[in-house]
């Protein structure tokens, strides 16, 4: 009989796993700069004046590291709500901010030809409200929108302000692989953390009012994805985690806002069965690519540096077996190998 957990993971991964919520662009995997902006949400009065502000708050923040061209930015949870509002004082912002916020950074993303994930609170045609991520495109255009999926009972419960949790996971394509989403509370939940692998993306990008420190890792290893957090600092932590599950970047006070690297070139693997053939690789490739090691784990990634190699012909032409596959070849071994189960003895 199958645990209350495992017929939740199935349940919810069964019902969203054609969630995909964008057209299909040219994916192609290399090295791209992410924006990481985590600033404290903006303490202005509730007036009108406070909408201009609030868009030159973010701009402002975007502006430290746009010198670095980047090809995605990440902005905190509900970003440009006020610091400070409750109840029906956050509904009001939110009318009188209407898309303004929104708009500002799509002229933004098209003048630098970057990708936003714009966090905001957004009102339904229900009256009620969503906490979402909003990617907005290169071109300026809005191409996904993610809800959260597991607001907190308090979110969901508020007079005069009631969050409604999203139904799907959403990953979206873009030009350097496929983006997904999660919001805060979110990272708790393993059923959209399953889900989520499910939908092999290569970016996941979190925003949050808290850090989850080990649960950023757990996601990243099981989505085999780089999980990219923003988070409304100061005195939270940035990070930035590899898909083997090793930590690349962790920012905080010093730095509330950073730029980094990751290669979505490349694939993850484990070092039973493959390790001895790494010297072939760096012997055949050198710098073009890197094996990079989070420790501890056993599993490594695999990056191709250069854009012309993918990392996919690397793993063919050694003969390496992605992390994947080894689990799935675990799990068929172990079940051939199971004792029977009692009762079903042989007299």
């Known amino acids: 009989m199958k645990t209350p ?11 969203i796993l054609d969630a995909d919520a964008v057209e299909s662009v ?25 909408v201009a502000k609030a868009i030159n708050y973010w701009i402002r923040g975007i502006d430290r590291e746009i010198g670095n061209n980047p090809d995605l930015v990440v902005l905190p949870e509900t970003c440009d709500t006020l610091a400070g509002l409750t109840g029906a004082d956050k ?41 979402s991520c909003i990617l907005i495109d290169r071109a300026g255009k809005v191409v996904a929108i993610y809800d959260k999926c597991f607001p907190m009972t308090t979110e969901m419960e508020t007079l005069g302000f009631p969050i ?28 959209l953390m399953q889900a989520y692998a499910a939908k092999k993306p290569d970016v996941i990008a979190f925003v949050a009012a808290f850090d989850g420190d080990f649960l950023q ?44 690297y990751v ?17 072939d690789v760096v012997r055949r490739y050198g710098r073009r690519v890197t094996i990079r090691n989070p420790g501890s784990v056993g599993t490594v ?9 993918p990392v996919d012909k690397v793993m ?26 009692k009762g079903a003895e042989k007299p």
């Open 164 to 191: 409604v949790p999203g139904s799907e996971p959403v990953v979206a394509e873009t030009d350097f692989g496929r983006l997904g989403f999660a919001i805060c509370f979110d990272l708790n939940f393993p059923e």
């Open 26 to 50: 040219t994916i192609r995997r290399r090295e791209i700069a992410v924006s990481l902006i985590g600033q404290a949400r903006p303490s202005f009065k509730l007036e009108e004046a406070s």
């Open 91 to 131: 509904a009001k912002w939110i009318r009188m901010r209407g898309t303004k916020v929104q708009e500002a950074l799509q002229a933004y993303a098209a003048e630098h030809k970057c990708y936003i994930v714009y966090s905001a609170h957004r009102e339904r045609d229900d009256g009620r409200f969503a906490n």
């Open 5 to 15: 957990y495992v017929v939740a993971v199935a349940l919810f991964a069964t019902a």
């Open 217 to 260: 890792r757990s996601w990243a290893r099981t989505c085999q994805a780089y999980v990219v957090s923003a988070t409304t600092g100061p005195a939270l932590p940035d990070r930035v985690i590899d898909p083997a599950g090793g930590e690349l970047r962790n920012e905080n006070y010093y730095m509330p806002t950073f730029t980094a």
């Open 301 to 309: 990634t695999l990056v191709s540096n250069d854009p012309d190699l």
């Open 263 to 279: 290669n979505t070139n490349c694939r993850v693997m484990h070092l039973d069965f493959n390790r001895g053939r790494f010297p």
């Open 316 to 341: 063919e032409e050694f003969n390496f077996e992605p992390l994947t596959d080894y689990f799935a070849r675990s799990r068929r071994v172990r079940a051939e190998h199971l004792p029977p189960a």
